[in-house]
Nanobody, 124 residues
């Protein structure tokens, strides 16, 4: 099966930037749509961004308002989430996910493969 491993999380201050990585591997990998989600304690999993390996992007989740950018490196089978102007409310576990679909999905239930997450903590 497709396997996903997130990295790049950590503790930063408000206003800082952070880049998360998702290393992907497995059969038919390039058939999957890649997405980023986050989940804070007591809250539902929230859509951040998604991209195809051809570079087609979905609109960003409304809560990040253009502060985040998703991009990929096909040669390295890696998808990134660039996060700028971080706020304390961005604190969450960030997950990489993969979906098989004909249109880019923006709901967590549409994604069948998930990484185990990486913690992002933004201090004030």
């Amino acid at each position: 099966q497709v396997q996903l491993v997130e990295s790049g999380g950590g503790l930063v201050q408000a206003g800082d930037s952070l880049r998360l990585s998702c290393a992907a591997s497995g059969p038919s990998l390039k058939s999957y749509i890649m997405g980023w989600f986050r989940q804070a304690p007591g809250k539902e999993r929230e859509f951040m961004a998604a991209i195809t390996w051809g570079g087609i992007r979905s609109p960003l989740g409304t809560s990040v308002s253009g502060r985040f950018t998703i991009f990929r490196d096909n040669a390295q089978n890696t998808v990134y989430l660039q996060m700028n102007s971080l706020k304390p409310e961005d604190t969450a576990i960030y997950y990489c996910a993969a979906a098989l679909d004909s249109v880019i999905p923006v709901t967590a239930r549409a994604y069948s493969r998930w990484g185990q997450g990486t913690q992002v903590t933004v201090s004030s």
